[in-house]
């Protein structure tokens, strides 16, 4: 039987086996984070040469384990708790052994934006996609069609939002030969928003065109909320329910226009507002709803450290929120001082092509082996390509010091690394290498 977004399924929804043989894969000159010591050797065999992070060079991003493990399982049980699926959003990471992490624990599906991500995807066998995004590419929709057709448990669902699409759609998987109906959900967007129908009555239009559409199959509604806000005050909260309402609004609307009985999916809930999405469309009768929150895995010293709903949740309840404790930041960027022009001057070796900037700048948390930085003078005020300038540090930071920097924004940090390191403790005196985890930008 064809599977769809909403069933349920057992197993691990991904192929672990392609997932476990990127530890076969040789190191060499192009994995920037990596010594000319491990060139040559797998994954496996240099990690079980047992590094340390004093091993790696800078500049550096890592990531550390026991927070990866806590954002899991804290991430997990909220969705348990609230009554909510969840499909992150790969394109934070695109990094296949996340992917089966955040499967293993309890994932529905994995969210994905375009069609090279999707491409990833089946590489590594994953088999429930979220596409959030329309997918329109006349050869996409062939290559989509050949996979549907040859793998009858791969279930997939993206976005239209306009008759147009719908049409293009049609005619592309009609030419292909398409011998799966492709699942899609109509989204409805906001003023000043991103993509999606702009009024209900027009996705209530959208959704019929679907109907009418002998290659495709309305399987329900989605959006995204994150593009009408962008902070946690009064005014973009209510932005959201508003939105949220709205969307709400529409599945009733389109109560009856699934024919086969099916529950049909909501999706919603980026990483910023997923609390306010659960509080909204938790409750809606004969819905599966799915977030596509993305970030959590990794966190960070930044936006998202600010927006997230765990740490909004942390601070009003005094620093215990209904998840249990708040989200912690597992990536941190790691840059050498080469530079001490002036008296409140210190350059970095880390820029723009090693670290996020467009969500806030790095900030100095200390030295490795050394003081502390948090909480001091000093602070980071611009990037260049591939430096940073450190001002106010004083004589804690001097030429040939390494810098631990929490980041802002996952997802531009993970796209400039090819491979991460992540270690056992970030805190620690002198970390160690446990894993590395390839990205596929």
Not at 81 to 93: I, Q, R, Y
């Amino acid at each position: 039987m064809d599977q769809t977004f909403a069933s349920s399924g057992t197993g691990p929804g991904i192929d672990t086996g392609a997932v476990a043989a990127l530890a076969d894969e040789t190191l060499d000159w192009r994995f920037k984070a990596l010594p000319p010591a491990a060139w040559g050797l797998s994954v496996r065999d240099y990690l079980a040469t047992g590094p340390a992070l004093a091993d790696l060079g800078t500049p550096l991003l890592t990531l550390d384990a026991g927070a990866l493990d806590h954002n899991l399982r804290t991430m997990a049980a909220w969705c348990a708790e609230a009554g909510v699926a969840l499909a992150p959003h790969g394109k934070t990471t695109m990094a296949p052994a996340l992917w089966q992490a955040q499967l293993a624990a309890g994932s529905h599906g994995i969210t994905l934006a375009n069609l090279p991500q999707i491409r990833v995807a089946r590489a590594f066998g994953v088999q429930r996609v979220l596409l959030a995004n329309t997918l329109l590419d006349p050869a996409g929709l062939g290559w989509l069609a050949g996979e549907l057709a040859a793998d009858p448990a791969f279930a997939f669902t993206s976005w239209v939002d306009s008759a147009a699409s719908v049409r293009l759609m049609d005619e592309g998987l009609r030419a292909a030969g398409a011998e799966r109906q492709v699942e899609v959900m109509v989204e409805l967007g906001g003023p000043g928003g991103r993509t999606g129908a702009r009024t209900v009555d027009e996705a209530v239009e959208i959704a019929a065109a679907v109907l009418r559409a002998p290659t495709l199959r309305l399987a329900g509604i989605g959006g995204y909320e994150g593009a009408l806000a962008h902070d946690a005050s009064e005014d973009g909260l209510a932005a959201v329910r508003t939105y949220l309402r709205t969307l709400a609004e529409l599945h009733g609307r389109l109560a009856s226009a699934y024919a086969d009985g099916s529950a049909p999916v909501v999706t919603a809930g980026g990483s910023a507002y997923f609390d306010l999405v659960a509080e909204e469309l938790g409750a809606l009768p004969e819905a599966f709803v799915v977030l596509r929150s993305g970030a959590y895995i990794a966190h960070d010293d930044g936006f998202y450290r600010g927006i997230s709903p765990l740490a909004r949740a942390a601070g009003a309840a005094g620093g215990t929120d209904a998840g249990g404790a708040p989200l912690r930041s597992a990536l941190h960027g790691w840059a050498r001082v080469v530079s001490r022009p002036e008296p409140h001057l210190a350059l970095l070796d880390a820029g723009k092509r090693d670290l996020p900037f467009d969500e806030g700048l790095p900030e100095p948390q200390r030295v490795r082996g050394g003081a502390e930085l948090t909480g001091t003078a000093a602070r980071i005020t611009a990037l260049n390509d591939q430096h940073a300038f450190l001002r106010d540090a004083g004589d804690l930071a001097p030429i040939g010091a390494v810098l631990r920097l929490g980041v802002s924004h996952p997802c531009t940090a993970f796209d400039k690394w090819a491979l991460i390191p992540v270690l056992d403790d970030a805190s620690a005196a002198e970390p160690k290498v446990t894993g590395l985890v390839r990205t596929f930008f």
